[in-house]
């Protein structure tokens, strides 16, 4: 069974700052770490390979030193790693980070599940799964909780949901994005350090992917971020007097004065 698990590093902290000139984030002394729900996703990868035989390669889209993320994935139990880095990558929205994965995933041709992890804790929007299936014609399920059987090209999956959850059948290949409930991710081996030191990790740029180049970076994003800002928290608190009608009445009004509602 061959896997591909989709990695993002990504500044370990939630305390970003954004440059208020640039409208980028302020990336300067922060540690990189791999994205915590893709750690999950690469656990789920290697247990599948021990239980099904096969192979887990980790891919990622993102600048040189990710190669630093990719080897300790190696150093987990991945058996191959690919970075994706070419300047023409560089201010990609999802849409284009979608667009260079899935090139990068036909690329390698032989594959049977592509494992991401449900969302980013940077860019957060939890598109590039679904996104990834829809421009590969894959089945995709998300939120997978517990992956329960692979079977005569089907697989079938627990998925999160509100009030408990649902099980899925899909034939494979197929993409899922998994929860942190799946697993508990191992820790690297005294073997796995070693071989991750020595392993060559490719990197593909827009032209190994054979990519339009109007459909990565920024020129193929169809999203532009104009402005970031933290909102200002304001300290300023004030009770109301009179009877609970007035009260309500002036809460409305301080509301609508302020464009709250
Ligand atoms: C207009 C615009 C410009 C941007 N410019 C920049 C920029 O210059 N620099 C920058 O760092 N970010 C930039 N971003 C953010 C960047 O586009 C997103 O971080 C990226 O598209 C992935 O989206 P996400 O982080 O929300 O991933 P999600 O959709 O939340 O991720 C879900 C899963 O997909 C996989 N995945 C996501 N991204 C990658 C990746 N790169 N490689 C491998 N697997 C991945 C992981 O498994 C992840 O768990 C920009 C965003 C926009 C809208």
Request: with cysteine; aromatic share 4%; glycine share 8%.
């Amino acid at each position: 069974m061959d896997i591909i698990v989709c990695l993002k590093q990504v500044p370990g902290t939630t305390q970003v700052k954004i440059d208020p000139q640039t409208n980028t984030l302020v990336r300067q002394g922060i540690k990189n770490i791999t994205n915590p729900f893709d750690t999950y996703a690469l656990e789920a990868a290697i247990r599948l390979k021990e239980q099904y035989g096969g192979k887990v390669t980790a891919i990622s889209m993102g600048p040189p030193q990710a190669d630093e993320m990719l080897r300790e994935a190696i150093s987990l139990g991945a058996d191959e790693a690919i970075l994706l880095s070419d300047r023409a990558f560089a201010g990609a929205d999802t849409l284009a980070t979608s667009y260079t994965l899935a090139r990068a995933i036909t690329k390698i041709e032989k594959y049977d599940l592509i494992i991401c992890g449900r969302q980013t804790i940077d860019g957060d929007t939890g598109q590039v799964g679904p996104e990834l299936a829809e421009m590969l014609s894959l089945p995709f399920v998300a939120y997978v909780s517990k992956i329960e059987e692979i079977n005569n090209g089907q697989m079938r999956v627990q998925r999160m949901i509100e009030e408990g959850y649902e099980v899925i059948e899909a034939p494979l290949p197929a993409v899922i994005s998994v929860v942190k409930e799946i697993n508990v991710p191992r820790l690297p081996s005294l073997r796995g350090i070693t071989r991750a030191k020595s392993a060559v990790i490719p990197a593909w740029g827009a032209k190994e992917l054979d990519a339009d180049q109007d459909r990565v970076g920024l020129a193929g994003s169809a999203t532009r971020v104009i402005k970031i800002f933290f909102p200002q928290r304001g300290k300023r608190a004030e009770i109301l007097q009179g009877s609970p009608q007035s009260q309500v009445a002036s809460l409305v009004t301080k509301l609508r004065e302020n464009g709250l509602i």
